[in-house]
């Protein structure tokens, strides 16, 4: 996902009664390797995708700073 798709998922909004610590959940989940559904709002899936490529470049971010020390 580029940047501007994850600037993107900012603007297209939750519907109410989803939190954005449900999206988090979720994402997590999907890391791990387990089962998400997909939902009928497509905001929560671009938020979901969002999170699941900023916890990618923060692993990747680590990996890079470990290997310079």
Not at 33 to 57: C, D, M, S, T
């Amino acid at each position: 996902m580029c940047e501007k798709c994850v600037r993107r998922a900012k603007h297209l909004g939750l519907p109410s009664g989803f939190s954005y610590g449900k999206v988090k959940f979720y994402a997590h989940r999907f890391m791990r390797g387990e089962p998400i559904p997909l939902f009928n709002h497509r905001g929560i899936n671009y938020a979901i995708e969002a999170h699941v490529h900023k916890i990618e470049q923060a692993k990747s971010k680590r990996k890079e700073n470990y290997k310079n020390e």
